[in-house]
């Protein structure tokens, strides 16, 4: 395992230590392995990697994953990476979301109180945050070619089977918590998937080889 520890927030690096080294899950492991051969094949020509990832409505799955795979790729010094999100429409990033990454050590400040907030993430001290708000995926904050689109919802990857700029497209999608929305399990959920989606970014990145 990579040791970073001096570089993300601690409380990041606890969550990280308790992810498995690997997935017991065959089938997501199937899933995963393309992502890995693209990312490994970018560093090997030492390309910029920029991933893009795609959910409805740009409020949950897809901002999870971009913000824990940007810190990941910090964490295992993976070069050249850069994490971006969005959806086939705009809403507004899901303050449930939000905390739930403030919970696992990410210092998130909202620097716009509106309908589509706007939020400065970071993950270390000495890092650039990231800059989340709901957008489409085809907005002018991500890329418009030389990217992966990475289809976090089934419901987006059906309703986009085109992206256009995207050299290719993985999906690896995931159960949307918006589902608990409102119940006694909501916090409970949201932890759940952002863990699950950390833990397999943890898995794909670790698996890049950077010699």
Same mark, same amino acid.
């Not at 970018?42 to 991933?51: G, M, N, P």
């Not at 990857?157 to 399990?185: H, L, M």
């Not at 950390?198 to 010699?211: H, M």
């Given at each position: *395992? %990579?040791?970073?520890?001096? #570089?993300?927030?601690?409380?990041? $690096?606890?969550?990280? !230590? ?77 303050? *449930? %979301?939000?905390?739930?990454? #403030?919970?696992?050590?990410?210092? $998130?400040?909202?620097? !716009? ?99």
């Amino acid at each position: *395992m %990579a040791d970073n520890s001096n #570089e993300l927030f601690p409380d990041i $690096i606890r969550e990280i !230590s308790k992810f498995p080294e690997e997935t017991s899950n065959e089938e997501r492991r199937e899933i995963l392995q393309p992502l890995i051969d693209y990312i490994q094949t970018k560093v090997a020509a030492k390309q910029e990697i920029r991933l893009n990832f795609i959910c409805t409505h740009n409020s949950r799955r897809s901002h999870l994953s971009q913000i824990w795979a940007q810190a990941l790729a910090s964490y295992f010094k993976v070069p050249q990476v850069v994490c971006y999100s969005g959806g086939t429409e705009a809403t507004a990033l899901f303050p *449930m %979301a939000a905390k739930t990454l #403030e919970r696992s050590g990410f210092l $998130i400040e909202k620097l !716009s109180d509106t309908k589509n907030p706007v939020y400065s993430i970071k993950f270390s001290a000495n890092e650039h945050p990231i800059i989340g708000f709901s957008k489409t995926f085809d907005h002018s904050f991500n890329p418009k070619k030389d990217f992966a689109a990475i289809m976090t919802c089934s419901q987006a990857d059906a309703g986009c089977p085109f992206i256009p700029g995207a050299e290719k497209r993985f999906p690896v999608t995931y159960e949307d918590p918006k589902a608990f929305d409102g119940t006694p399990q909501q916090e409970e959920k949201y932890q759940e998937r952002s863990l699950q989606i950390a833990s397999e970014l943890f898995y794909v990145f670790s698996k890049i080889n950077l010699r």
